[in-house]
């Protein structure tokens, strides 16, 4: 109940501000607590009704397509931001190579 809070702005802000630490931090609070929770209330609770088993086994999905969600997320962005890097740094070194032959 705790991190569910910590968990959803992390992926929030990670994914509207592009932020790799936070989206892991997401990835993180998504795999270890939630996780191990859904898999105890679906696997190690007595008398549950179909109801309850149902809903338990959605709840696992849902956590298991969020995850892959965020890693498809994760890998788009770094490769975003590789790419934005090396463009930046090209253009940082055709401004140095103008700006050197302007000079002589």
Request: net charge positive; with cysteine.
């Amino acid at each position: 109940m705790i991190a569910e809070p910590i968990r959803l702005a992390a992926g929030w802000y990670g994914n509207l501000q592009e932020n790799v630490p936070w989206l892991v931090i997401f990835m993180v609070l998504t795999l270890v607590p939630h996780t191990a929770v859904c898999y105890y209330l679906m696997l190690a609770a007595y008398d549950l009704g179909p109801f309850d088993k149902a809903l338990q086994v959605a709840f696992a999905l849902m956590i298991h397509v969020e995850l892959l969600v965020a890693v498809r997320a994760l890998v788009r962005m770094f490769k975003a931001q590789r790419k934005r890097y090396y463009l930046f740094e090209h253009a940082l070194q055709q401004q140095h190579r103008y700006a050197g032959s302007t000079q002589q």
